[in-house]
């Protein structure tokens, strides 16, 4: 397993920072190992699919999830000032307030994935061990 670390600053966007990181890396079957840090404004899709986004600060309790080159499955747990604690999926307009600290971990004997499943509507993620050809 290879580790990476990675510190984001105030203002950036979390989910953004994120595919960043996974192009630069090159990174083929990535999962979110853990993270800490503080947002802003977040922005997650819950599970009835409805998409809400907060304008407050809120810790960062745990996130995971799945990275690779054609897409990212991760889900955000936050908390606000009173401890209250929600989460879903993490959107794009998660912006960092103080700091947020990834490690992330890559499998070296997978690649991971998305493909389009017509019974979800959603990119579902495709696991293929290296060495292996895709299967049609």
Known sequence: MKTYALQLKTGQDLKDELKKFTDVHHIKAGYILTAVGNLTKATLRFVDEEIKTFNENFG?????????????????AISDKNGITFGGHLKEGCIVYHSAEI????SENFTFSRKF????????LQIQPLGET???
């Open 117 to 124: 499943d017509s019974k979800t509507g959603f990119n579902e």
């Open 60 to 76: 960062i309790v745990s996130m995971d999830g799945t990275l690779s080159p054609d897409g990212m499955h991760v889900h955000i």
């Open 134 to 136: 895709a299967k049609a």
């Open 103 to 106: 490690v992330i971990g890559e």
